[in-house]
C-alpha cells in the first residue's frame, strides 16, 4: 500500500446521481493493486451505501472483495483506509437515484466541495479532488459560477482577493491549458487580452517548476486564427495581443513559443518538443487532449492555495449504478493529487 503518513486526499461527491459514487468505490477497491494514497469522500454515507450496495454484485464480486462504508472523521480517514471506504458526513443529505438527480442534489454537491476546501485549508487533507458535478442541476438551483474552477477560486479568496483560477488538462502523453474557460466562443475572442495570456503563462510556468518538477518549462502558445494569422492575412490578434505577451513572457525568462498554428501543434512530434500548450480558448485545447488521452486526462486547476485535480468526463447518467463507469481518470487524478501535494512544502 502506499505510504499513508501523508495527509488523506479530500475526494468530493459531485453529482449524486451520476457516476461519482460509483468511480469512488471502483477506485477504492484497487488501492492495493494501484498502491493508491488514502482518500475519504464527503458525502452522504447513506447515499454511498446504497450504491455499493447496487454495484457489490458487479464491481465487489468482479473484483473478489466485498464493499465496505466507514463513517469517520477527516483525522480517521488515513487509517480507515486499507479496510473501508472512509466517508466524512457533510450534514447534506443526497436522496437522489442513479440518472435521476432531484432537490437533494444540488445542495449536497456544493457541500462537499466546501467542505473538502476547508478540510484542506486546515491541514485536515492534502488536496482536493472533485467528481464530476452536473452544472445544468447546479444553475437551476441559483448557482452562479460557469464551473468547478471559477467557484473554487471564489473559495480559496483570501481577504477578499480572489486568485486567478487556470485549469490544465494533464496527460502523460499531453497537457494544455487554455487562456480563456468557460465562456462562449463570442466572449472568448472579447476577453483575450496580451495581459491575460501573460498572467496564465506565469502561472502555469511557475506551477510546473513548483509542483511538477519541472526545472525550465517549455511552454508552447497556440495562435488564435486559422495558420495563426498567416502574417496578418487571416487575423491581426497574433500580431497585436500574442506577440507583445510572448515579448512580456520571454523577458521574464520564460521559454514561450508561438504563436504557433493549432492545427499543427498536437502530432506527436510536436507534442515530445513542449511541456504544456496554452491555447487561446477551451476547444482548441480540450479537443486534443481528450482525443489522445480520454480515459485517462486529468483536470487540475493551477494557480489556487492548495491542489486540485478532478476527473476529465462527465457525470454519465446513462450509466450510473450499472458499473460501467470506468475510474481511470479519478484514479490517475488521485495519483496525481498525491504527486502535486508531495511536491511543494
Known sequence: ??????????????????????????????????????????GDEALIARRAKTLDKTLGKALGAEIRIASVTAREAAAAFTEALPVVATGERATAEPGQPDASS?????????????????????????????????????????????????????????????????????????VTIHVSLRDALSQLTSELIVSTVRIVAAELKSRFGITRPRIAISGLNPHAGEDGSLGHEEQTVIAPALKALRNDGIDARGPLPADTMFHEAARNSYDCAVCMYHDQALIPIKTVAFDDAVNVTLGLPFVRTSPDHGTAFDIAGTGKANPASLIAALQLASRMAAAKT
Open 1 to 42: 500500500m502506499a505510504n499513508h503518513a501523508a495527509k488523506p486526499l479530500a475526494l468530493t461527491l459531485g453529482e449524486p446521481a451520476g457516476i461519482g459514487p460509483d468511480i469512488t468505490i471502483a477506485a477504492w477497491l484497487r488501492r492495493r493493486e494501484l498502491n493508491l494514497p488514502a482518500f475519504y469522500l464527503l
Open 106 to 178: 444540488a445542495p449536497a454537491a456544493l457541500a462537499s466541495i466546501r467542505q473538502a476546501v476547508a478540510d484542506v485549508r486546515a491541514g485536515r487533507a492534502g488536496a482536493v479532488v472533485t467528481n464530476p458535478i452536473a452544472k445544468s442541476v447546479l444553475y437551476r438551483a441559483g448557482f452562479r459560477h460557469p464551473g468547478h474552477t471559477e467557484f473554487l477560486a471564489e473559495l480559496a479568496a483570501e481577504d477578499g482577493r480572489v486568485p486567478q483560477p487556470v485549469m490544465m488538462l494533464w496527460s502523460p502523453r499531453l497537457a494544455v491549458v487554455p
